[in-house]
């Protein structure tokens, strides 16, 4: 890790300083088996918890067909190839190093990126995590023609209805949690989380996966993640982990009215949340779950937020 980084990362960058005056709501998301059901496809142990009701074999199949996309559009758009052996934990690691150059005619095929970890390579990454930061924020629609986004969509609506609305269930409370509302009607959800329009209020969705950088911006591409997640705040704790993770992000939204809620399955998230003294919802795949999509409210969430942030000694009343 760069000494650098840690540096940088004490920066607000705009859209954090136009929010230090709002109370901010900050929402840590686990990627696989919270907002995206794949590992749990693949080996089987989503459909086993239905005790029967779910072919496994067929949630394997759908397991194996995102898995081949994924990887695909990683080596074919992404540089994958290239670069899975350089992973950083966040697309602006290695920005100091980005000259600015214009890259429309830069053959990354014929850069040389390799050992040793020096300023030029450095450089030649930056310009790489440059490109994908545009390909993100331009979408799939922009890069694929009709036919490769309806097979895409396909899956993704066969994959939903095989998970009961997962996918789709997890994607609106993530735009729920973006605007503090529980529905299209209302302007506060039912603990009081008022609607971001709001000019005392933000709320602000960050990814933290354990899976390597790149396959995780694919990975919020192919799901219809990439409008509620912006590629600034999607993070890989690859290799410093989530408790590092965990750090960076509050030092970014270093403010006495930001409030932290990290949601996911394992272990590691709940151990670092622990360690920040942040609440943490941990998702259930068992069906009849509160803790799961569908099933998952703002109300559940806002109950995790009040228990630590409205306690005596809370983190939020400490800074």
């Given amino acids: 890790m760069d000494s650098k980084m840690g540096e940088n990362l004490c920066i607000p960058d705009e859209e954090i300083k136009s929010t230090m005056d709002k109370r901010v709501d900050v929402y840590i998301w686990d990627m696989d088996e919270t907002l995206i059901l794949l590992k749990s496809l693949l ?117 939903d209805k095989y998970t009961d609305g997962w996918l789709s269930s997890a994607r609106a409370f993530l735009e729920q949690c973006s605007s503090g509302k529980t529905d299209t009607t209302s302007t506060a959800s039912a603990d009081g989380m008022v609607d971001s329009t709001d ?73 670092a949340a622990k360690t920040m003294r942040w609440p943490f919802v941990k998702i259930d795949l068992r069906p009849g779950s509160s803790h799961r999509f569908p099933g998952l409210t703002l109300r559940t969430v806002g109950y995790y937020f009040s228990v630590v942030y409205d306690s005596p000694g809370a983190e939020n009343d400490k800074d």
């Fill in 43 to 159: 080996n089987g142990t989503y459909a086993e918890a239905f005790d029967g009701l779910k072919d496994v074999q067929k949630g394997v199949e759908i397991g194996k067909m995102w898995e081949k996309h994924i990887l695909d559009l990683c080596d074919g758009c992404f540089f994958y190839e290239q670069i899975e052996n350089y992973n950083k934990p966040f697309l602006g690691a290695l920005s100091e190093y980005d000259d600015g150059k214009d890259l429309s005619d830069y053959d990354f095929g014929q850069d040389g990126l390799g050992l040793p970890s020096d300023d030029d390579n450095k450089r030649k990454l930056a310009y790489m995590h440059r490109v994908i930061a545009q390909k993100y924020e331009k979408g799939l629609h922009n890069l694929f023609d009709q036919e490769t986004m309806k097979l895409w969509n396909e899956l993704y609506d066969i994959t």
């Fill in 199 to 271: 000019s005392t209020y933000q709320h602000v969705n960050v990814l933290v996966t354990s899976g390597s950088l790149i396959p995780s911006l694919v990975k919020c591409l192919l799901f219809r993640l990439d409008n509620l997640i912006t590629h600034e705040n999607v993070y890989s704790s690859w290799e410093e982990g989530k408790i590092q993770c965990f750090q960076w992000i509050k030092e970014r939204f270093s403010s006495s009215n930001v409030r932290f809620c990290v949601i996911g399955d394992g272990w590691e998230e709940c151990e």
